[in-house]
């Protein structure tokens, strides 16, 4: 007999609720993750007596405690939390800003709408179609891949208005380059530009604390500092995993969090593994400045997306790193939060991972360095000048994303390739997280919780 | 279990589900889905706890027979009866 009824690989969102769910009705439930912190590619990290968060610029999804429906409040019930346990904070207000063009948007839809009345009068009207056409459309109807560049580009016919609302949408869900599959984006939209950005109270070490305790009340247990080596499998079914040092633990069903190219080497499963590696990474940098020197810079924003080439290109980058667009997210803007000591600004790019891969040890860090200040002066040109005034400043790559996460090449997005349904050559192995299909913190969730439910609850 | 005490139960494991479950106007014979603004993934939750208080195990093709609270008496009185 297995020692666990069932597996979890991965302590990052779509495990810890995928693991919730599981021990709450009763599965004796191990959750083994290799770093000896949960939250997977939202987690944090010490450095210098600074908790520095990783992944979060805000959760999307907000919803009042009333609307049962809402993705977030469905999470909730799911994990069987109650929204009065958590503190959340709306943004205070978004920017996309284009060369000569900007747009605002809150969590209220009519402020774009607004916006864009103003911005682009001539396209207000086939706006107001093309929303109409998104509230009608089923995002969780299996339809094969849609084209939303095209969609767009027939709804809109403004090809920078396009590009403007594509931005955020992509940079914080898109796995894919260039363009975006219709479903996806119709699922960004209402997570972006309808129900809008918040954020926990506090820092992410307490959002992961509630998560963690309301798994192990539930009787789970959960391993640090266990990288697991193998999916051990035979005579065509899932016995359990193989840890690196060596210890091997059995389970009647396994589930994988690692995604799926790295599901496919810890297992075995044949397959074009190249096929499932997304091309999508991102370096971030954050940088802390006393909050005295912090009034010279944009104080009404929550997160600025900005773009400055002629055309938005959501790619990787030909260099290793793109700093013609990219997003500026100052973690303090929600609504509600208290000042803390310093002032935090975060700045994300996109970044090539095999010219990072490829860096020898001895020149990683000063070409790091190198770009830092490239994404920093890039950063700088939107919201003021603040190079002088930082007191700290650190920034991570996508090979620091692949080594704490396994998310192969750093792909925060995972695959642009999703296995929706979960499932692998093994009846007793499933995947969950950004390669099943759900992105986002919340959408992460709602894949560990749907793939449970799916197969192993019934 | 009598009828009453499973009606309980069902309305119990409802208000744990859904802690803005409202009861007052709740009419025993008309769907509690559309009644309580409950999704499927809620109703899955019924199942679930059914099956782990009593080891019920509830097919999914009987998953209509707990659609309103009286039927959800009817169907699980015969299969509670020695509880």
Not at chain 1, 71 to 83: A, E, G, K, V
Not at chain 1, 150 to 168: C, G, I, K, S, T
Not at chain 1, 403 to 408: G, I, L, Q
């Amino acid at each position: 007999m297995a020692a666990y009824q069932l597996l979890i690989i991965g302590g990052g969102l779509s495990g810890i609720a995928a693991g919730i769910r599981a021990a709450r009705f009763g599965l004796k439930t191990l959750i083994i993750e290799q770093h000896g912190l949960p939250g997977g590619l939202n987690s944090f990290y010490l450095r210098q007596g600074h908790l520095l968060e990783t992944g979060l610029h805000a959760m999307t999804n907000c919803a009042p405690p009333g609307a049962k429906r809402a993705p977030l409040n469905r999470l909730l019930r799911q994990l069987h939390l109650s929204r009065k346990q958590f503190d959340f904070h709306e943004q205070i207000g978004s920017e996309i800003r284009f060369a000569g063009r900007s747009l605002l948007f809150t969590n209220d839809p009519a402020v774009l709408e607004a916006e864009i009345g103003r911005a682009f009068p001539e396209a207000i009207d086939r706006f107001r179609q093309l929303k109409q056409t998104i509230a009608a459309y089923d995002p969780f109807a299996v339809a094969p891949w849609r084209s939303s560049r095209q969609f767009l580009a027939e709804h809109l016919r403004q090809p920078e208005l396009a590009d403007m609302l594509l931005l955020p949408l992509m940079v914080y869900g898109n796995a894919e380059e260039e363009d975006m599959d219709l479903g996806q984006f119709v699922i960004m939209f209402r997570a972006v530009f309808e129900e809008g950005f918040f954020r926990p109270g506090g820092t992410m070490r307490e959002f992961l604390d509630l998560l963690v305790q309301q798994y192990r009340a539930f009787g789970g247990e959960l391993r640090y500092r266990c990288p697991v080596e193998e999916i051990v499998v035979e005579d065509g079914r899932v016995t359990g995993v193989r840890l690196e040092a060596g210890e091997v633990l059995t389970g009647e069903t396994v589930l994988s969090t690692a995604g799926i190219p790295e599901t496919m080497r810890l297992s075995g499963w044949e397959g074009e593994r190249e096929r499932y590696v997304g091309r999508m990474s991102f370096m971030e940098t954050i940088s802390l400045i006393p909050q005295s020197q912090a009034a010279s810079l944009t104080r009404d924003r929550t997160i600025v997306f900005y773009h400055n080439g002629p055309r938005l290109r959501y790619r990787r980058p030909e260099d290793y790193l793109d700093t013609s667009w990219g997003v500026i997210c100052f973690p303090e803007h929600f609504s509600g939060l208290e000042p803390a000591e310093l002032f935090q600004i975060r700045v994300t790019n996109a970044a090539s991972y095999p010219l990072w891969k490829a860096l020898p040890a001895e020149v990683y860090g000063p070409v790091k360095q190198q770009w830092t200040e490239a994404a920093t002066i890039a950063s700088e040109e939107i919201i003021g000048n603040y190079r002088p005034s930082i007191v700290y400043q650190d920034s991570f790559t996508p090979v620091t994303i692949e080594r704490y996460t396994r998310k192969a090449e750093g792909a925060v997005y995972g695959s642009g390739v999703k296995i929706k349904d979960g499932t692998t050559p093994w009846p007793n192995l499933f995947v969950a997280g950004t390669d099943q299909g759900y992105l986002g913190i919340v959408g992460a969730m709602l894949s560990g919780i749907t793939i449970v439910n799916q197969h192993i609850l019934r | 279990m009598s009828r009453d005490e499973i009606k309980d139960v069902i309305l119990e494991i409802i208000a744990d589900i859904d802690e803005e479950a409202d009861f007052v106007s709740l009419d025993a014979n008309a769907p509690l889905r559309d009644q309580l603004d409950l999704d499927s993934m809620d109703f899955l939750d019924i199942v679930m706890e059914l099956r782990k208080r009593y080891k019920l195990q509830i097919p999914e093709e009987e998953y209509p027979q707990l659609a309103t609270l009286t039927s959800c008496v009817n169907y699980l009185e015969p299969k509670l009866k020695n509880v």
